[in-house]
């Protein structure tokens, strides 16, 4: 019994076989999206932002511990 | 509740089914009901994303846990930015490209049906049991309030939430998810504005933080690399990442949302637009917690703050026991309030604050104490306790704010549970019809009877988690307590879809096994170990990807050759 859905697989079933074209092609009709370039930079900035997110809140962690 | 806030309370519940009988109509057929016609912008999946995982345990649990322990559950979310820069990468595109219906799909393709159908069958046990403690948090709101038992109060929201998703189908819950997220915006700025309001005038900004630093509630990354530690920056970016991806990654309340896009570049601002933004809203929540602990400085809080259990307790014999209790706190509860008006003014004269902090310390242990003792006599006397930290936050509501705001409040905690419970409703139907009714039962099932189906199984299962939600509340703390049941599958879904994207060679058997001795490792560990719940994801992971790979070579030698993908 097969799913009436279920279409042909890739022949090698790997995410990675397309992805970095896709990547490409997704990256807007402008080739831009919103103030980043490329997806690329939008992830590098994601990845910026939560090392930045940490730092904060071990300040945070430190600045505010008055227990003495 | 005062006409005002039952005004206030009514608005949000005609608004919300009206939006959702409005958008049922653009609803055509199976795709309509459970993709939307895969039609739908990035900003409404990006709000509903957010509003699927923030649900009312969100801020009854998480504020009631800043509450006793400060600022530490941040550590989980941390990750969660970068769990979205993976799933852009490597998930959404050979989900969105594939045109599937449920993750579960991919697995078909990539592996075999008995691996589709278990990975189904884990979430449907998974997220079934979650939904129900998903529907039981804003019960214990409801039932304090009202005075109602909380089983009814639970059939009213399930009762409720199960129309508007049976008629409505995804088009209406992502829309109404939209309203309900910014809803939970107001409410978390409107709390924490009432909460400094109802501070002592002489108290300020500068003079919460201070407080709360004394007992290091802000206290938000724990370096400790002791793994038995729930809540460090190890076990929060490591199994909070894990978790988190297998979350957003492979459940399909997550994975149907993103389903829904227009394009491929819809589905990844959506996740990014989560990359930014949940972090923060998770910071402000915590916050709530930790301004609540400074707030019941200057005012004194109940004992116990789930008012029904106080009540039954004081109609029984230990009455004179609790109440001595309550005599008790009373008294130190006033001169740690003293200490604390004390301790600011030395600090705003210079003074050395260290004999106050002593003392402040000296009653917080006593009062634990004191809540200790009365827990035990609730247990004696109840045969049971609920955990009290999830009161604290709707004890506070119906207390202290004011008209129009109560209703409000109440209003932000039923959207945050109806916005979770509604997506999880149509992944349960989704899953149950998509990957075993269509797939076994009916494939040449007209779409016409698999909508009719499929309304029927979003019935189905909205009555099962009616039915976890009236036997789940003696767990403990709520969020902790979805998380615990996650973990339990989570790693091993996630160790599957990435033996899947991530090893060529993997096939069918070494999957399947693989997935089996994966959840069998996490048992083990989680009964034989005091390691953090988070890192039972780590350990379904690693334990999948070595039994499927080693698997997956093993049996294609048996059949004298490499193995390649199942079609």
Known sequence: MTDPEIEPTPEDGSAEADDDAEADSDSGDDGRIGIFPTWRSLYVSVVVYTVALILILYAFTVLLDFSG | MGAIDWGVFTVYFAGVLGLALYQARKNVGVEGYFLANRRLPWGAIGLSVMATQASAITFIGTTGQAFDSGMEFIQVYLPQPLVMVMLCVVFVPFFYKAKLFTAYEYLERRFDAKTRSLTSFIFLISRGLAAGIVLYAPSIVLSVIMGWDERVTILIMGLITIGYTMVGGITAVIWTDVIQMLMMFVGIAVAIFVLFGTLPPEVGVGDVVYLGGIQEMWRSIDLSWDPTNTYSIWSGMIGGFFLALAYFGTDQSQVQRYLTAKSLKASRLSLIFNAFVKVPMQFFILSIGVLLFVFYHFER??????????????????????????????????????????????????????????????????????????????????????????????????????????????????????????????????????????????????????????????????????????????????????NQVGSLFYGSLLGVFLLAFMVKRANGTGAFWGLIGGMVSVAVVSRTTDISYLYYNVVGVVAVLVIGTGLSYLSAESQGGPTEASG
């Open chain 2, 301 to 482: 809080p109940p004992l116990i703050f789930n008012s029904a259990e106080v009540a039954q307790v004081e109609a029984s014999a230990r009455a004179p026991e609790y109440q001595a209790l309550e005599l008790e706190q009373g008294v130190v509860h006033e001169a740690r309030r003293q200490a604390a008006l004390a301790m600011l003014d030395a600090r705003d004269r210079g003074a050395d604050p260290t004999a106050l902090r002593t003392e402040i310390g000296r009653h917080d242990e006593r009062l634990r104490e004191l809540r200790n003792d009365a827990r035990e006599i609730i247990t004696d006397v109840r045969g049971a306790t609920s955990n009290d930290v999830n009161y604290v936050f709707p004890s506070y509501i119906i207390e202290y704010v004011p008209v129009g705001v109560l209703g409000l409040m109440i209003a932000v905690i039923f959207a945050a549970a109806m916005s979770s419970l509604d997506s999880e409703l149509t992944a349960l139907s989704s899953a149950t019809v998509i990957d075993f009714y269509r797939r076994w039962v009916r494939p040449d099932g007209t779409d016409a009877h698999l909508l009719m189906v499929s309304r029927l199984a979003t019935l189905f299962w909205g009555a099962v988690t009616v039915v976890v939600a009236l036997f789940v509340g003696q767990l403990g703390s709520l969020i902790e307590a979805v």
